[in-house]
């Protein structure tokens, strides 16, 4: 029997709509001739920081330069200890890495796979500078929660919202809880552009203007380098892109959610057999840039065996993240083993990084 295939990604039914908008963006950004750090820039960077509940928006050239970059315009660097979640894109951990302060890694809640601030709690030294809450799937982490923590042991909160466009939780907005945010708009994001492209907001105008100062060799003024800082802008053509797409990005998140919706229905009566979604505590504010199953222990289907018979029937799937940051061979030097209870300190300063690059 032939199926039509349901790809993993597929950005044409969200792009035909709005091509000529697109097009039309793209030849405006040609004529004007500002390809890096033009107008439209500029006002995308202004736009969706306002959205995201922040002051200042400055564009990067990934969400892993927004991490890795915004972490240093914090001031997080060398002997700082900074916790984030095992269960993450390797971006996150490489960001603190490239910020020269350790990373200690915490395990997640099964139920949700958002960091487990119960673990994160016990993780805390007297080094302990900042905490990331990953806002995973489009799913946030607790502000409440969040906010507690960071008031009881003095730490910041840089928020990880590659995932979580516009997401809400408990009256905030991703990018509106901590001290900044690192945004992603690679192409299958919820916000996607036609490359690689990130953002780190703020309410923090100091935290902006040297943000703006490391994006750009450190300049802070033409030929003028105050900071050691690097070639990273979100180009100008990118950035035409993705304020087009913006407007639209409320009704397709509103989409997403409402769709995840009746998967929930039409999964529901699987959990018996071991196969249940992750939970969302977000209600609507939920943007589910991933809808994500677990195949539990109870399943008497392994994983495999589900992913290759939902191929058979043109249904593309993929794992989040077959290996998590702790266990992929590039990081073997932070010390981590398999099994291992992450909230242990490991002492990785820059020196130690180093080592790890030779």
Known sequence: MHHSTIPFVDLTAQHQPIQAKLEQAVQDVIRQGDYVLGQALSEFETAFALACGATYGVGVASGTDAIALGLQACGIGEGDEVILPANTFVATLIGVLRSGATPVFVDCDPKTALIDLMAAEK?????????????????????????????????????????????????????????????????????????????????????????????????????????????????????????????????????????????????????EYGIVPIENHCD??????????????????????????????????GIHYPIPCHLQPAFHCLGYRAGEVLIGLIELGQKFWQKCLT
């Open 284 to 317: 609507a504010g939920h943007v589910y840039h991933l809808y994500v199953i677990r195949v539990t222990e109870a399943s008497p289907i392994e994983r495999t065996t589900l992913q290759t018979a939902l191929a058979e029937m043109g249904i593309q799937t």
């Open 123 to 271: 993780a805390i030294t007297t080094r302990t500078r900042a905490i990331i809450p990953v806002h995973l799937y489009g799913q946030m982490v607790s502000p409440r929660r969040l906010l507690d923590l960071a008031s009881t042991y003095d730490l910041l909160i840089f928020e990880d919202a590659a995932q979580a466009h516009l997401a809400e939780r408990e009256g905030y907005r991703a990018g509106s809880i901590g001290i900044a945010a690192a945004f992603s708009f690679y192409p299958s994001k919820n916000l996607g552009g036609f490359g690689d492209g990130g953002m780190l907001v703020t309410r923090e105008e100091i935290i902006a203007q040297t943000m703006r100062s490391l994006r750009n060799y450190g300049a802070t003024r033409k030929y003028f380098h105050t900071d050691f800082g690097t070639n990273s802008r979100l180009d100008t053509l990118q950035a035409a892109v993705l304020k087009t797409k913006f407007p639209f990005l409320y009704d397709w998140n509103c989409d997403r959610n409402r769709i995840a919706r009746q998967y929930d229905a039409l999964l529901k009566p699987l959990a």
